[in-house]
């Protein structure tokens, strides 16, 4: 029997979307109110996706007959994500100079207010690479899944499922055990995603109420470049990428369409980490690939913050008078390269790795983020969007790469017309 349309996930979380943006505009006052709604929506998905990761990522390592295997799939990985972060931040480059949003602002520098972004700048200075590279060690193990750092669980998940491999036999029972633990948490987040249309509704309402649609206005048509790059970028880039693989981008993105929409709504990509890893795996993706690259991907594969960080960049100088020169361009290039890794899992991580970036080049002032403060979170959704558009074709792609790539359940669950159910995917067994 065919699920009635209103019991379909993506169509409750679209007309929930929809409804908070109507009570944002009209009431936000209340509208403002709703703010816990969504908070609450990303902590209870926050709350399972340390033990998801480590299961699926032990249960993956410790399934490979050759280690050597996971130096290889993480080194394709990272190659992978160097190459795609490269082309966006230049694509961002390239719009900003063809488009020239920031034309006819001609800002005093001397007129903006340093206070409204200082916390932002100081947060940008706080974490070198270095530090960024030995924050991946946890404190404890116990401590890695208190805080829910994502790259510290992942460390853990490596090491632990690296001995379990050697343990060999005297490691099955364990082993099976794990496996019977993901199996539950991708359970609970399936009993959680039925709470998406509500956590969308308030995370809306509150945007909405709070910074008021009235505040694109000014800056319309950075918000409009953002979004018409982000969106060619998916779909030519990573469409390019797709066909090459074998699939269609566009089958792909009406595959994951419910996270997408619960993305949207609530503006974090990691609100839909666990369905989307879940999903990977339904689609024919090996379990060891989408444990590995996934994880990894949320916080080195940011196609969307990197577009957004060289076209902001590029506006803020624009719209100050600032004229870059070509060094000064490519120093911005190499540092974003390295900030938009080093603010991961940060909050306000987008906005922050703007602020490193600018403060590398001394004739444009950090206070010119002021600029677009007020429209940041219209900006935040569609940075997270691409990012998870990015990391889901990203595994698939490193999965063809290794021939752990099913092409007959690929082709079969993209072909399928059956409309979204209202329960997230589990993973194949």
């Known amino acids: 029997m065919k699920t009635p349309f209103w019991r379909i996930l993506y169509v409750q979380v679209l007309f929930a979307i929809v409804v908070g943006a109507l009570?944002?505009?009209?009431?936000?006052?209340?509208?403002?109110?709703?703010k816990p709604l969504g908070d609450g929506f990303v902590a209870l998905i926050r709350m399972v996706i340390a033990p998801i990761i480590f299961c699926t990522v032990v249960a993956g390592i410790a399934g490979m007959d050759d280690m050597k295997k996971v130096g290889r799939v993480g080194g394709k990985a990272l190659i992978y994500f160097e190459v795609m972060s490269t082309v966006a931040l230049v694509i961002g480059l390239l719009v900003a100079h063809l488009l020239h949003p920031g034309?006819?602002?001609n800002v005093d520098p001397k007129s903006l207010d340093a206070?409204?972004?200082?916390?932002?700048?100081?947060?940008?200075?706080?974490?070198?690479?270095?530090?960024?590279?030995?924050?991946?060690?946890?404190?404890?193990?116990?401590?890695?899944?208190?805080?829910?750092?994502?790259?510290?669980?992942?460390?853990?998940?490596?090491?632990?499922?690296?001995?379990?491999?050697?343990?060999?036999?005297?490691?099955?029972?364990?082993?099976h055990l794990i496996d019977r633990f993901a199996a539950v948490f991708f359970r609970m987040v399936t009993l959680i995603t039925r709470l998406a249309p509500l956590g969308a509704f308030g995370?809306?309402?509150f945007t909405v109420g709070k910074y008021g649609l009235g505040s694109l206005l000014p800056l319309l048509k950075l918000v409009a470049t953002f979004y018409v790059t982000s969106l060619l970028f998916v779909l030519v880039v990573l469409g390019l990428v797709a066909r090459v693989t074998g699939f269609s981008i566009l089958r792909f993105l009406a595959y994951i369409k419910e996270e997408l929409l619960i993305v949207l709504g609530t503006s974090s990509s990691e609100a839909a980490l666990p369905q989307l890893m879940a999903k990977l795996e339904n689609l024919g993706c090996s379990k060891s690939v989408v444990g590995l690259v996934v994880p990894t991907g949320y916080s080195f594969n940011l196609d969307g913050t990197n577009i957004y960080m060289t076209l902001a960049v590029i506006f803020i100088a624009q719209a100050l008078n600032v004229d870059l020169t070509i060094g000064q361009e490519a120093t911005i290039l190499a540092v974003a390269m390295l900030t938009s890794k080093g603010a991961?899992?940060?909050?306000g991580s987008?906005?922050?790795?703007?602020?490193a970036t600018l403060s590398v080049v001394p004739s444009l002032p950090v206070t010119g983020m002021v600029l677009i403060l007020g429209i940041d979170k219209f900006m935040s959704e569609c940075r997270a969007l691409t990012n998870i558009c990015g990391n889901g074709v990203a595994c698939v792609v490193v999965s063809a790469w290794e021939r752990e790539l099913d092409r007959a359940r690929l082709a079969q669950a993209l072909r399928s017309d059956t409309p979204g159910e209202t329960e997230a995917a589990e993973p194949a067994a």
């Open 23 to 34: 009570l944002g505009h009209f009431d936000p006052g209340l509208a403002t109110k709703m």
């Open 103 to 105: 034309d006819g602002f």
């Open 115 to 175: 206070s409204a972004v200082s916390s932002y700048a100081t947060q940008a200075h706080g974490q070198s690479t270095v530090d960024f590279l030995l924050h991946i060690i946890p404190t404890t193990i116990v401590d890695a899944f208190a805080k829910g750092e994502v790259l510290q669980v992942l460390l853990v998940a490596l090491l632990f499922g690296a001995a379990l491999s050697h343990a060999g036999e005297r490691g099955a029972p364990l082993l």
């Open 203 to 205: 995370a809306m309402a």
């Open 344 to 347: 991961s899992g940060v909050t």
């Open 350 to 355: 987008g906005f922050i790795t703007l602020a």
